[in-house]
């Protein structure tokens, strides 16, 4: 299998208007301009974006030109995919503070400096310009019966919930984006196809240009298909996490996501995936494999010697049960405290329901015996874990 055939069918859903047209211009010798939008509304990346962004990286050493659209202006709004109810918009502010890092998360992955960088570009400098007679023309490109066959929007009429109008000029303006931009392509997760195809139609209309789309496997688990990486499932794997942190929660993963994960999220050669499964079938020990998965993309978004590292100090924590080497200091003024109280004032916790829930699981020990009261007398050095992957340890004002 050469570049472009892995390129065309690794972690690739489907291609419009076809694979064949899209492999006969990528084998010409045509150099494409391909983009992939992402509405900052949360700061970081995951892993589950990576699928995605290894394919741009394919493309990118291949000579094609790289945008990485940041919606600064669309994520005001909010893209109502999958959403069973309509998001809160977001204030320019707060848009703008998410994307703040997403470079330097990138650069993990893509080239923005040297030969063929990658470009960053936000969508605000051309959607904040259009004037009402530029839109009203723009909406005339398509009609409400378009705009209303999304599913969720199918799904909220027939529970008699509302839909914004907000939310339904939204594919138009992401649309307008590869007809601002005049894009060749435009990659993104199968969640994304009707808001890349709008985009598709825009440039047909407007510019009577063709525009590929390809869309791309999502990241869930084979064993019940819900998406993997989420901050509510715990699952959530940061592009900017530090290397011990990202081995500890590929670590802790379902044991059957190992596969689509090598699949999907590393560069490793798809014969190698392919024997992950088979090796998994056979009944070898998944925790073998997790920890190659997870020595694998370290490395690959860090470096293989913070790999090794961080692998040491997983197997020494979670396998040995020792504390971390570096573990993060908390001062206290008084040592008779309640623990709910302290874990929320240090940012241990999200909430006090949170805090409660912790403790009332036997997720809360000190020094390696599980805490069963809200009360507790600290002594100068004692180290709390909270939950599977956290520690502090305690130390006194007066000290």
């Known amino acids: 299998m050469d570049k472009i055939d892995e390129l065309l069918k690794r972690g690739v859903d489907k291609i419009y208007p076809s694979k064949e047209a899209l492999e006969k211009v990528l084998r010409s010798g045509k150099k494409i301009k391909i983009y992939i939008g992402a509405d900052p509304t949360a700061p970081q990346l995951h892993l589950g974006h990576a699928t995605n962004f290894l394919i741009l990286k394919k493309l990118q050493d291949l000579g094609h030109k790289i945008i990485i659209l940041i919606g600064d202006f669309t994520g005001m709004i909010g893209d109502p995919t999958d959403k069973l109810a309509a998001r809160r918009p977001l204030a320019k502010e707060q848009v703008l503070e998410n994307a703040k890092t997403y470079k330097d998360q990138l650069s993990k992955i893509l080239r923005f400096s ?14 904040s310009t259009l004037t009402l007679e530029d839109f009203i023309r723009l909406m005339a490109k398509v009609t409400f019966q378009q705009l209303i066959e999304r599913d969720m929007f199918q799904k909220r009429l027939t529970e008699g919930k509302t839909i914004g109008l907000h939310e339904l000029i939204y594919p138009l303006l992401q649309g307008y984006d590869s007809v601002a931009m005049d894009v060749d392509a435009e990659i993104g997760g199968t969640d994304q196809t009707f808001n890349m195809l709008m985009g598709r139609t825009l440039m047909k209309e407007l510019k009577g240009k063709e525009k590929f789309v390809i869309t791309t496997e999502l990241l869930v688990n084979p064993k019940n298909g819900q998406k993997l990486m989420s901050k509510s499932e715990e699952n959530y794997v940061g592009l900017n996490d530090n290397a011990a942190e990202m081995f500890a ?24 995936a392919e024997e992950i499964k088979s090796r998994l079938e056979s009944g070898e020990n998944p925790m073998v494999l997790k920890k190659e998965l997870a020595f694998q993309i370290v490395s690959e978004l860090h470096s293989p010697e913070a790999a090794q590292k961080a692998q040491n100090e997983f197997e020494r924590v979670f396998q040995k049960r020792e504390i971390p080497e570096e573990t993060a200091s908390i001062k206290i003024a008084k040592t008779r405290i309640n623990v709910v109280d302290f874990l929320v004032e240090n940012n241990l916790s999200s909430s006090r329901s949170q805090a409660k829930r912790l403790l009332d699981q036997g997720a809360i020990e000190i020094d390696g015996e599980i805490l069963k009261e809200n009360g507790v007398e600290f002594k100068e050095g004692q180290v709390v874990k909270i939950g599977k992957k956290r520690f502090v340890k305690v130390m006194l004002a007066s000290s």
């Open 114 to 127: 040297k030969e063929n960088p990658a470009e960053i570009k936000f969508n605000s400098t051309w959607l």
């Open 249 to 272: 929660k590929i670590m802790a993963l379902p044991d059957e996501t190992i596969e689509p994960i090598f699949r999907l999220c590393t560069t490793v050669p798809i014969r190698k």
